[in-house]
């Protein structure tokens, strides 16, 4: 079983930064592989961001590289989510989830995830 619990969302102007942070806890086999993925009103899921907790190797989507960034404490039991110069259709529930194994792409499939943590962007 793994727990995982988001915050630092919240409501922000086009071009200004938030971080989430996920506090996660239980197996750390079940936490191997992290990620965020997102879900805006009308749309699909998208995977934002995948990490390789083991060794570190992480992917991004192509709509966020070079803004968001992926990371994790030193105690590999927070993860984070960097997201600078933030744009309107970033809006969205944003979700810390977990899994196994899987960490070599962007996925949204993962059988653990937390309740979200709303990301609105204004223009």
């Known amino acids: 079983q793994v727990q995982l619990a988001e915050s630092g969302g919240g409501s922000v102007q086009a071009g200004e930064s938030l971080r989430l942070s996920c506090v996660a806890s239980?197996?750390?086999?079940?936490?191997?592989?992290m990620g965020w993925f997102r879900q805006a009103p009308g749309k699909e899921r998208e995977g934002v961001a995948t990490?390789?907790?083991?060794?570190?190797?992480?992917y991004y989507a192509d709509s966020v590289k070079g803004r968001f960034t992926i990371s994790q404490d030193s105690a590999k039991s927070t993860l984070f989510l960097q997201m600078n110069n933030l744009q309107p259709e970033d809006t969205a529930m944003y979700y810390c989830?977990?899994?196994?194994?899987?960490?070599?792409?962007?996925?949204?499939?993962?059988?653990?995830r937390g309740q979200g943590t709303q990301v609105t962007v204004s223009s």
């Open positions: 989830a977990a899994d196994a194994s899987g960490c070599g792409r962007l996925r949204t499939d993962f059988p653990y």
């Open positions: 990490i390789n907790r083991g060794v570190g190797s992480t």
């Open positions: 239980g197996s750390w086999f079940w936490r191997l592989c």
